[in-house]
RNA sequence: GUAUAAAGUCGCCUUAUCGUUUCGAUUUAUAUCGAGAAAGGAAAGUCCGGACACCAUAGUGAAUUGUAGCGGUUAACGACCGUCAUUACGUUUUUAACGUAAGAGGACAAGUGCAACAGAAAGCAAGUACAGGUAAUGCUGUAGUGAAACCAGGUAAACUCUACGAGGUGCAAUGUUACGUAUAUUGGAGUUCUAAGAAAUUAGAGUAGAGUUAGCGCUCAAAUCUUCAAGGGGUAAACAGCUAAAGUUAAUUAGUAAUAAUUGACGUAGAUAAAUGAUAAGGGUCACGCUUUAGCGUGAUACAGAAUCCGGCUUAUAGACUUUAUUUUAAA
RNA sequence: GGCCACGUAGUUCAAUUGGAUAGAAUGACAGAUUUCGGCUCUGUUGGUUGAAGGUUCGAGUCCUUCCGUGGUCA
């Protein structure tokens, strides 16, 4: 498994990121929430994942595209990890919280361990 | 050389690794390989003007609304260029001229409205003080009030008039496909029998069916049924529109200029919870400090992200460069 | 992405078609009343009218450009 991050692998359709919005379940490290769902999706890959920052925090469009190129640069490095054990398929929400830009290293490692915190739950199950 | 102001130009670079979008090839498919390209001067605000699309549309007038010295540029404009009145400041040889800057500026000799306070008076009128003048009188001048006054007064970024222009809605326009379902309403076609008639149709039966009843039955009866179309309700998917254009740039010619013409060169993003990136290393530029005139260390590297496409305007912007003007310093 | 609307004391609203010091209620503060508090009465306070230009003798009001807030569309 590669670190890709193609269209197929984003979340797009509207209604699904609505039904996420409604039922989804939440995991905070902070600054990053993950809202996820279990669900059959039409996608080849097994996640289905979208990226979001609050215009609240931040007003100009080239800091938001910044924090969400660094979220989602995030996510496809540390991809791998979550594939190797996972079975069902899923969507994935990831919220930007804080009100400040972090660097990527820091980022990095918060991503590391959100991912753990939600392999944990799933397999406690 | 320094500082300030105005106008204009540019607005970080290189390499490596891992990625995104597009096209092509291979493959059942995941995917793999190859190819080139990928954000701005404002992409922003949406303040104007167009292209393009759909809808509407005999003609004329009215209403509504925009513009407003004169001439030019342009596809077009409320933009741009030139120029004049006017205003402000400065200088001089001071009833004027020159320089710099501003310059939404048609008409109050068509009509209507408005002008606080002050003032006799800011209009369907009335008349103060002083002086002059008359047969006599606000008849004339000055003073005083005020932003404006014995005047065809002022005011149109007041209504209005004049001249010229403007159909409406916007790519979430619009077209095609896919998914999918309650059916109000309207129209067409179809579905029983008998009689009359050439036919349209009319009259009757009470069949299919509908309503009602526990049921028998009773009532209505081809529309309340079927089907097709319009219409209406929903879903939020795909494709086209979609990027080569009033294009960018250099030289020459015409013009005071905006700009135009000719020739040469270039071929310039196309996403849709929204790509154009992330990380690491090195370099450039600027500021500060240290040492010392060549290095070292630290910090900074702006404003800001295409969404149908162009022409303007407005606003934001670290730093660098060019030109012009002014000030001051040093040298010759 | 397109198209609209609205900004006045801390809050909710006024301001006669441009005319003076921008008002009212409520709030806040102080005093009176009360043993104390509330109610009530009296007084005081608080605004660069969202910002910057322009027209005018004079702008909350007219014009232009910005800033902020809200709405709408298939």
Known sequence: MQFTY????????????????????????F?????????????DYLIQ????VSKKNF?????????KRLLRETYRLNKP???EKLENKYIFMFIYLGKEELKYQLLD???KELMNRFTHK????
């Open 109 to 111: 490692t918060k991503m």
């Open 49 to 52: 994942a979208g990226v979001t």
């Open 81 to 83: 990890f979550l594939y």
């Open 122 to 125: 799933i397999t406690e199950k």
């Open 6 to 29: 193609k269209k197929q692998e984003k979340l797009k359709s509207k209604k699904l990121i609505k039904l996420l919005f409604e039922n989804g379940k939440k995991i905070t490290v």
């Open 59 to 67: 007003k100009n469009a080239v800091d938001r595209n910044r924090i």
């Open 31 to 43: 600054p990053i929430m993950l809202l996820y769902l279990k669900i059959e999706h039409d996608s």
